[in-house]
């Protein structure tokens, strides 16, 4: 399975965004997919991962975003999306969307390749 994470750019503090990764090759359903962030000089960190299933999918979501991120995913489509509403300046990082073997989103098979966030006015 190849990844490729879009949707990225600049918006202002409170705006919102909507990632995409998209995948190829073999099908997404195969996989959780969790979707990652890095600021400059921080730890990689999860934001977020939904579990195999569209319709009974079991999602977790990092304390920082809770309220402000919904995670989904359309299996037809084969891609995974990260709605990120009320974005702040410490939501500025690279995105990178992952297929993982677990639920938990903790053993990545594949990542993808990031897409930029910037929260400035």
């Known amino acids: 399975v190849q990844l490729q994470a879009s949707g990225g750019g600049l918006v202002q503090p409170g705006g919102s965004l909507r990632l995409s990764c998209a995948a190829s090759?073999?099908?997404?359903?195969?996989?959780?997919v969790g979707w990652f962030r890095q600021a400059p000089g921080k730890d990689r960190e999860k934001v977020s991962c939904i579990s195999i299933s569209s319709s009974d999918a079991r999602i977790s979501y990092a304390d920082s975003v809770k309220g402000r991120f919904t995670i989904s995913r359309d299996n037809a489509k084969n891609t995974v999306y990260l709605q990120m509403n009320s974005l702040k300046p410490e939501d500025m990082a690279v995105y990178t969307c992952?297929?993982?073997?677990?639920?938990?989103?903790?053993?990545?098979?594949?990542w993808g390749q990031g897409t930029l966030v910037t929260v400035s006015s």
């Open positions: 090759g073999r099908a997404l359903d195969y996989y959780a």
């Open positions: 992952a297929a993982t073997y677990d639920s938990q989103c903790r053993v990545v098979r594949r």
